[in-house]
């Protein structure tokens, strides 16, 4: 099985469903003509996104913990899949219930997406892209993005 395929398909995945919500916000800023106006949930995804960049180009570029078991010699901690599709799913997740009522579906869209992680976890592994610590690491970093944006979201709904 080509898993180091397999996980870069969910990575792009990801990206197009992150897209459905930057048009989402797109569509309310020009609706609504102004910024200010747009639903601080879609406002807020950045700041993780950001986040996840600056993590990326710190661990590639300046601080290369760990090399790839394949002998490249490319950086490999933390593992940018996993830390991508994780962010981005999780900041999904905890967003769902907002844009979708049916409780049914959002629990599915949630364990399906619990399940796509656990593929690029496994698969960046057993591709020999990532060392098991790389794609924990890429995990821990994941759950800090969507923790800060969740205490973000919580505070502002609640002001």
Known sequence: MKWDLISDII???????L???????LYQLITRKSLLKVDHRLLWMILPLAL??????????FLVLNTRPNGSGEASFPSTHVMVVSTIFLII????????????????????MLLLIVLVCVGRVL???????????GLVFAIIFAVIYYLIIRRKSNA
């Open 11 to 17: 990575l792009l995945a990801s990206f197009a469903i």
């Open 52 to 61: 996840m960049a600056i993590t990326y180009v710190i661990f590639d570029k």
């Open 127 to 137: 591709s020999e892209m990532h060392w098991l610590s790389d794609v924990l690491g």
């Open 93 to 112: 997740v905890l967003n769902l219930p907002h844009y979708i009522k049916s409780k049914t579906a959002w629990i599915v869209i949630d364990i399906a």
């Open 19 to 25: 897209g459905v919500f930057v048009v989402l916000g």
